[in-house]
């Protein structure tokens, strides 16, 4: 077994990034908002603020009260989709209930949208026409690359079907020509479906949910959780030590996906940049 060290992936790719930058006549820039106290945010967040640092790239983060009504960040939203000096908006999920956010998404000029998450970004994708993909299976989608695992023809199991994870995972997957089985919290026989992967991308949010029973002999195990466990210790819903005995690689929680996601972040952003000072538009036809 081998261990995909994420962290060491997501420096590389964020020292390539830095140099790029530097040949960058427009630095790019990247807006994200926070709205309310949510714990695991406020840190992802400030990752992210330190990769932005670490590579050249301007970044601000607004934190807005927990009390922020839609019409509120509606109207950030729009200012800052108007303002040329950011190429970058992130708006951090989850938001509060009062909040929409398909409303939120949907607001954000798809040129800006470094999450991927604006739905013409994520029509474009499943439509072969990416341009802003989603962040974190954009990422393991590198990590496989780095590590010479080929999709050509495996059997491929993704877990969860989230937007922002689950669902344009397989899709990314299938365009390597993988052969993706989408499962969910209604899967039947989930178990039985798990064991003849040869790969697992695992995004259900459920600590030891992937047990070594659910793993082929030699199989690749990602790992895409960040829960929570008794004692309050960040873990993926991987049962990691079980796993690791007949996984051929694997991924750690932490230093595993998500540095990876935040480096993807980052080259979108720089994307955004090239293409806007470009003169792109996602709302045409231009790739
Ligand atoms: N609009 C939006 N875009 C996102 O990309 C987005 C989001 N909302 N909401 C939440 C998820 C989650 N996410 C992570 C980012 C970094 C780590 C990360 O840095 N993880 C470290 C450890 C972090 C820790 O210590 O808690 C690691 O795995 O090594 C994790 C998760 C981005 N997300
Ligand atoms: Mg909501």
Redesign the pocket.
């Known amino acids: 077994m081998k261990i995909i060290d994420?962290?060491a992936l997501a420096a590389k790719l964020q020292e390539e990034l830095r140099v790029r930058v530097e040949g960058m006549a427009v630095k790019p820039a990247l807006m994200v908002i926070l709205v309310g106290d949510n714990s695991?945010?406020q840190?992802?967040v400030r990752?992210?603020a330190r990769a932005a640092e670490r590579i050249g790239i301007k970044s601000e983060t607004l934190f807005l009260p927990e009390s922020t009504s839609e019409a509120e960040l509606l109207n950030l939203i729009d200012k800052y989709n108007a303002d040329e000096q950011w190429h970058g908006i992130?708006?951090?999920?989850?938001l509060p209930a009062q909040i929409d956010e398909d409303k939120v998404l949907l607001a954000i000029d798809p040129n800006k949208d470094v999450?991927g998450?604006h739905p013409m970004n994520m029509g474009r994708l499943w439509t072969g026409q990416p341009v802003m993909v989603p962040?974190?299976p954009a990422g393991v989608m590198e990590m496989f690359k780095a590590y010479d695992i080929s999709l050509e023809g495996k059997q491929a199991v993704v877990l969860g079907r989230s937007n922002?994870v689950g669902k344009p995972m397989a899709q990314l997957m299938m365009d390597q020509n993988a052969t993706v089985t989408l499962c969910h919290s209604r899967t039947q026989g989930l178990k039985a479906i798990c064991q003849k992967a040869d790969i697992i991308v695992s995004a259900i949010g459920q600590a030891e949910f992937v047990k070594a029973d659910f793993v082929k002999e030699g199989a690749v195990v990602i790992d895409v959780g960040?829960n929570r466990n008794a004692e309050g210790k960040?873990c993926g819903d991987v049962a990691f030590d079980e796993v690791a005995e007949k996984a051929s690689l694997i991924t750690p929680?932490?230093?595993?996906?998500?540095?990876m996601?935040?480096t993807m972040?980052m080259k979108q952003t720089v994307t955004a940049c090239e293409r806007l000072t470009a003169g792109f538009d996602n709302e045409r036809v231009d790739k």
């Not at 992130?90 to 989850?94: C, K």
């Open positions: 994420g962290k695991a945010s840190v992802y990752n992210k992130l708006v951090q999920l989850p999450d998450f962040s974190t922002i960040m960040l929680v932490p230093g595993g996906v998500g540095p996601t935040i972040l």
